[in-house]
């Protein structure tokens, strides 16, 4: 019974996740703005790797149960290219950055 409770959601962290999610909700936008201006101003190569991994952002938590991933998280697992033969080119940003005229 102590076990149970011990890792019951209290109203405070059902706040502190939905606050997080919020959050990373803001930040997943602002680092795709930081891509898309640092490409503006001429830095193509490699600047999505650059960004992602200087800027890393962590997963969502989920709520109420919730076992759910988010919408761009989803895409990005489903478009996952670790280990696969065939690169999978999610938008124009990989497009540019694998078959790009450099390369």
């Given at each position: 019974?102590?076990?149970?409770?011990?890792?019951?959601?209290?109203?405070?962290?059902?706040?502190?996740?939905?606050?997080?999610?919020?959050?990373?909700?803001?930040?997943?936008?602002?680092?795709?703005?930081?891509?898309?201006?640092?490409?503006?101003?001429?830095?193509?190569?490699?600047?999505q790797k650059f960004v992602n991994k200087?800027?890393?952002?962590?997963?969502?938590?989920?709520?109420?149960?919730?076992?759910?991933?988010?919408?761009?998280?989803?895409?990005?697992?489903?478009n996952d290219v670790a280990g696969s033969?065939?690169?999978?080119?999610?938008?124009?940003?990989?497009?540019?950055?694998?078959?790009?005229?450099?390369?």
């Amino acid at each position: 019974k102590n076990e149970r409770n011990r890792h019951a959601k209290t109203p405070n962290d059902v706040e502190c996740a939905r606050r997080h999610n919020e959050y990373r909700k803001q930040a997943l936008q602002a680092r795709w703005e930081l891509m898309v201006h640092r490409q503006a101003v001429g830095f193509i190569i490699n600047n999505q790797k650059f960004v992602n991994k200087h800027f890393p952002i962590d997963d969502a938590i989920p709520m109420d149960g919730d076992t759910s991933t988010t919408h761009q998280d989803q895409k990005l697992n489903k478009n996952d290219v670790a280990g696969s033969k065939k690169a999978i080119l999610r938008d124009q940003l990989d497009w540019w950055e694998r078959v790009g005229r450099w390369r």
